[in-house]
């Protein structure tokens, strides 16, 4: 995948974007990109580094500029961190979609059924 158009950060390896970390060499198709929302999943930042070829230092760096520039969700939105409050207990969410349409067609020719047509 091509480097996002708003580059923050860029090293010998990683860039920050905005789309989150991606490898500057575009022979990997994106393959070693990490996105925004996935910053702060650890076990994903170790393999990544674990991986052969990679650039340590500079990944540590564009992780560090990355967590920065893209703070956790839970630090962001305080309704969030509200519900992720222990004692919080959430109520089960109402659906507004009503039920879903029955076709009642079952056993009967097609030929015989009411047409139906939408008028413009």
Do not use: C
């Amino acid at each position: 995948m091509a480097l996002h158009r708003d580059i923050f950060w860029i090293g010998r390896q990683w860039a920050v974007t905005g789309a989150g970390i991606q490898a500057v060499d575009q022979r990997l198709r994106g393959v070693l990109d990490i996105e925004a929302s996935r910053l702060w999943d650890d076990d994903l930042m170790q393999s990544r580094r674990a991986k052969p070829g990679v650039n340590a230092a500079d990944f540590d760096k564009a992780l560090a500029v990355a967590r920065e520039r893209f703070p956790q969700a839970s630090a962001l939105d305080p309704i969030v961190a509200h519900l992720e409050a222990p004692g919080v207990i959430d109520a089960p969410a109402v659906s507004p979609v009503g039920p879903a349409m029955k076709l009642r067609t079952e056993g009967r020719l097609a030929r015989f059924l009411p047409q139906w047509r939408v008028r413009r």
